[in-house]
T-cell receptor
């Protein structure tokens, strides 16, 4: 049963601490997305990769957030230093990039629930 | 700038009745649209999609309608069941991009 795996599921940390969230995309998928769920913005895109190359990270606060794909089986989202306003659910999703849109679907992990106190 | 909008944060429907969830978009380059369903404490799961070359796509109790001229799509659930109670997200993408744009979601409650 292929699925996107995210760790940790829950994280409580103090303001100023570094937080790293990890994602294992579905094997064979070549696009990976990081989303943040907030009440006001819904699912807000932070960054995405295709074939491990970052294509767009304009949704991320650059001074504190960074996203990487060290290899095809691991994507990371790091916040340093963390702030209370970063408290949210962070979702990773993966998909297979087709040259046409039809058939494109992305699959989400269960999310990482972050609380910064 | 929210390119995909779901203007109804919540919707309540009696079991057995039709649920209609609406979504509007602003980008005329969008050519593929999806609906995702999300239960609490879980990630969104894909529900149904539609390409811009169609105006309707049906899968069991779920039907998505696309009105390109109005830049509007809707999801119909008939008949609604209590297990359909969830948050529904509308999403869209362009033919040339990989980015999926999501709406803010509509929370559906189906009352037994």
């Amino acid at each position: 049963d292929a699925r996107v795996t995210q760790t940790p599921r829950h994280k409580v940390t103090e303001m100023g601490q570094e937080v790293t969230m990890r994602c294992q995309p579905i094997l064979g998928h070549n696009t990976v997305f990081w989303y943040r769920q907030t009440m006001m913005q819904g699912l807000e895109l932070l960054a995405y990769f295709r074939n491990r190359a970052p294509l767009d990270d304009s949704g991320m606060p650059k001074d504190r957030f960074s996203a990487e794909m060290p290899d095809a089986t691991l994507a990371t989202l790091k916040i340093q230093p963390s702030e209370p306003r970063d408290s949210a659910v962070y979702f990773c999703a993966s998909g297979l990039s087709h040259w046409t849109s039809s058939g494109n679907t992305i699959y989400f992990g269960e999310g990482s629930w972050l609380t910064v106190v | 700038d929210q390119q995909v909008k779901q203007n109804s944060p919540s919707l309540s429907v009696q079991e057995g009745r039709i649920s209609i969830l609406n979504c509007d978009y602003t980008n005329s380059m969008f050519d593929y649209f999806l609906w995702y369903k999300k239960y609490p404490a879980e990630g969104p799961t894909f529900l149904i999609s539609i390409s811009s070359i169609k105006d309707k796509n049906e899968d069991g109790r779920f039907t998505v309608f696309l009105n390109k001229s109005a830049k509007h799509l809707s999801l119909h659930i008939v008949p609604s069941q209590p297990g359909d109670s969830a948050v529904y997200f509308c999403a869209a993408k362009t033919n040339t991009g990989n980015q999926f744009y999501f709406g803010t979601g509509t929370s559906l409650t189906v009352i037994p």
